[in-house]
């Protein structure tokens, strides 16, 4: 893919802080990576409007209005290929994919999630670290696989949790570094560094740890 454009559509379903990190990663002199189009299954998701003030392409696609998980990921697909894109990125899409989704993605879809995997899967992570006396807490960039949150990782940013953390305060440090590694990920996806092979995930045509490519801001 290098010299090549490498075009991004985003699914989320929230304010999309990610979204607007990659749009403003992406303004960069030099950067091959080209957010393509925005996709939310909710009309009243704010990151619609930061596409929207991007120029960036958006859809609504409402999961509500259809018949299972089955038949809205069949038409999430049709949708999403419309675009062509090289990339999938997940940015708080709060929906739980398919297998056929996911495999029909594999290699090219991403997500990033706000604990140290493989700890704290789901929801809750932040409160979850700090009820385990955690000292340090963080978030992760990996590939999606069939298994929830359980992809090889690509890039974790690890911060230590201090005293007197909420969990409000925690999630506030965690979203700074998402939005430091998130673009970070998907630059070297854009430039042919990073793939996905069948050990796992691959940097410059080695493989990662299975903790991934560690960063202490």
Not at 40 to 65: F, S
Not at 166 to 179: G, K, M
Not at 183 to 202: I, M, Q, S
Request: net charge negative.
């Amino acid at each position: 893919m290098p010299g090549d454009t490498c075009d991004v559509v985003v699914l989320l379903s929230g304010s999309g802080s990610n979204l607007q990190a990659l749009i403003d990663s992406s303004a960069a002199p030099g950067s091959k990576v080209r957010v393509r189009a925005v996709i939310a299954n909710r009309a009243d998701a704010y990151g619609l409007q930061r596409a929207e003030a991007a120029g960036i392409a958006t859809a609504v696609l409402d999961h509500k209005g259809f018949d299972g998980r089955d038949a809205f990921d069949a038409a999430l697909m049709a949708l999403i290929d419309g675009f062509a894109p090289q990339l999938v990125v997940l940015a708080g899409f709060m929906r739980i994919l398919s297998g056929g989704f996911v495999r029909h993605y594999q290699g090219r879809l991403l997500n990033i999630h706000p604990s140290l995997l493989p700890l704290y899967k789901g929801l809750h992570t932040h409160q979850r670290a700090l009820d385990a006396g955690d000292a340090e807490h963080g978030c992760s960039v990996h590939f999606v696989t069939e298994e929830l949150d359980g992809g090889p990782l690509v890039v974790q940013a690890v911060i230590a949790v201090e005293p007197d953390d909420t969990a409000q305060s925690l999630a506030q440090r965690v979203h700074r570094q998402e939005h430091q590694i998130y673009p970070l990920a998907v630059r070297w996806f854009a430039e042919g560094r990073l793939r996905l092979g069948e050990e796992g995930a691959l940097l410059d045509g080695q493989p990662l740890p299975a903790s991934g490519h560690l960063i202490r801001p």
